[in-house]
């Protein structure tokens, strides 16, 4: 992703969200690739390292979710949830 996108979708500024990047790129978890449209302009592009750990963060994530959350709630309780998550989906711009 366009290194602009991220800091425009995110609560970071442009240069916070460079450095942010340049520090995930130390750590070997993104690299930097120059956008061939924009020489000015750079994708942040998840290395296999990256990858994996994004895949183990959103597995933690699901059981913690799963453990604290779900659990507390019967079959016909998730399915009512679904569909009020499901009506909010659906109106959201974009």
């Known amino acids: 992703?366009?290194?602009?996108?991220?800091?425009?979708?995110?609560v970071l500024t442009r240069s916070g969200m460079?450095?942010?990047v340049d520090r995930l790129v130390q750590a070997g978890l993104v690299a930097r690739e120059t956008a061939a449209e924009?020489?000015?302009?750079a994708y942040a592009v998840l290395t296999p390292a990256g990858r994996q750990r994004l895949t183990a963060a959103e597995q933690a994530d699901i059981t913690l979710v799963r453990d604290r959350f779900?659990?507390?709630?019967s079959a016909d309780e998730l399915a009512q949830m679904g569909h009020f998550w499901q009506r909010?989906?659906?109106?959201?711009p974009g």
């Open 1 to 10: 992703m366009r290194i602009r996108d991220l800091a425009d979708a995110s």
């Open 18 to 20: 460079s450095r942010l």
């Open 38 to 41: 924009d020489a000015r302009g």
């Open 70 to 73: 779900l659990r507390l709630y």
């Open 88 to 92: 909010f989906m659906d109106s959201a």
